[in-house]
C-alpha cells in the first residue's frame, strides 16, 4: 500500500510536467502563424509604425517561435514523450487501484486474507516491474517515499520527521 501511493504520486508528477511540454509543442507550433495571420488581416502586409514595416519584424519572430517548436518537437520524438506520458497515465491508474485494493484488504479482511493479499502481492509486483522499465531514478525514488509517508502521517527512517511536502537535505526523503 504504501509504494503504491508514492509510485502514483511520482508518475502524477511526470505525467503532469509532460503534459505540460507537450501543450507547449503545440501552442508553439500554432501562435506563430496566428500572429502573422491576425496581424497581416488586420493591418494589411504593408503596416508601419514610424516608417518602418512591422510584418517582416513579426515574421522573423515568428520564424523564431518556429525554430524553437521544431527543436522541441525533435526532443519529444527522440525522447519519446507520447510514450511515456501514455506510460505514466497507465502507472497512475494502476497503482491507484492497487493501493485501494490493499487498504481495502486491511479495513475489511475476506474470509480468505492470505489467499487475497497473495493475489494483490502478485498483482503488485507485475506493476513494480511495470514500472521498473520506465526508468525511475534514484530522485523520483526518494520523491515517492517522501509523498508516501507525507500522505500517511509517517516519520522518515534516518531524519524522523514527517514529510511536509517540500524537498530537504534528508538521503532518503528529500533532495528531489
Partial sequence: MFWCYGTSALFQR??????????WITYL?????????SAVGA????????????????????????IAQIVLSTWALVARWD???????????????????????RDMPPPDYAAALG???Q??????????????TEKEKRYAYHQSMRYLGN??????IIPSGTS?????????
Fill in 43 to 66: 493591418f494589411g502586409k504593408e503596416w508601419k509604425i514610424a516608417d518602418a514595416e512591422v510584418v517582416p519584424v513579426i515574421v522573423t519572430l515568428a520564424s523564431a517561435v518556429g
Fill in 14 to 23: 511526470r505525467e503532469r510536467r509532460l503534459k505540460s511540454l507537450r501543450e
Fill in 119 to 121: 493475489i494483490l502481492r
Fill in 123 to 136: 498483482e503488485n509486483v507485475r506493476q513494480e516491474g511495470y514500472d521498473y522499465r520506465q526508468s525511475i
Fill in 155 to 160: 516519520e522518515c527512517r534516518d531524519c524522523h
Fill in 29 to 37: 507550433g500554432i501562435i506563430g502563424p496566428v500572429v502573422i495571420g
Fill in 83 to 105: 510514450e511515456t506520458y501514455g506510460a505514466a497515465q497507465e502507472s497512475v491508474r494502476n497503482n491507484n487501484n492497487l493501493y485501494h485494493q490493499f487498504k481495502s484488504l
Fill in 168 to 176: 530537504t537535505k534528508c538521503r532518503t526523503c528529500g533532495n528531489w
